[in-house]
Nanobody
Framework: HVQLVESGGGSVQAGGSLRLSCAVS????????MGWFRQASGKEREGVAS???????AYADSATGRFTISRDNTKNTLYLQMNSLKPEDSGMYYC?????????????????????RGQGTQVTVS
């Protein structure tokens, strides 16, 4: 049973930082494509960042230069460091996992409805 549990969200002023964490269990974590997507009220899912099993990363244009995704395979934990936050970064952030070859690990699989995801953690930037 795949389980993803996010934490680290909260309210922050514009320009501030947050670090999201995602604890994963129930599968061979290190072999999966992992990532984060967000969804604001009334809007579609937006892929934020992905990381493959070889630590190759991909970012949305809106996240490039401000966000950093990383994974600790020894702790089965995924992270998203978010700096220079803007009000438009507000939304529910979800951790996602998709079993796919590393070369195909991009934002697409992460936002797929077929991906495993957690319950989400709210980020509010004012």
């Amino acid at each position: 049973h795949v389980q993803l549990v996010e934490s680290g969200g909260g309210s922050v002023q514009a320009g501030g930082s947050l670090r999201l964490s995602c604890a994963v269990s129930g599968y061979t974590y290190r072999t999966y494509c992992m990532g984060w997507f967000r969804q604001a009220s009334g809007k579609e899912r937006e892929g934020v960042a992905s990381i493959d099993s070889h630590n190759g990363t991909a970012y949305a244009d809106s996240a490039t230069g401000r966000f950093t995704i990383s994974r600790d395979n020894t702790k089965n934990t995924l992270y998203l460091q978010m700096n220079s936050l803007k009000p438009e970064d507000s939304g529910m952030y979800y951790c996602a996992a998709y079993r796919i070859h590393a070369q195909y690990c991009t934002l697409g699989p992460i936002t797929s409805v077929a991906a495993y995801r957690g319950q989400g953690t709210q980020v509010t930037v004012s």
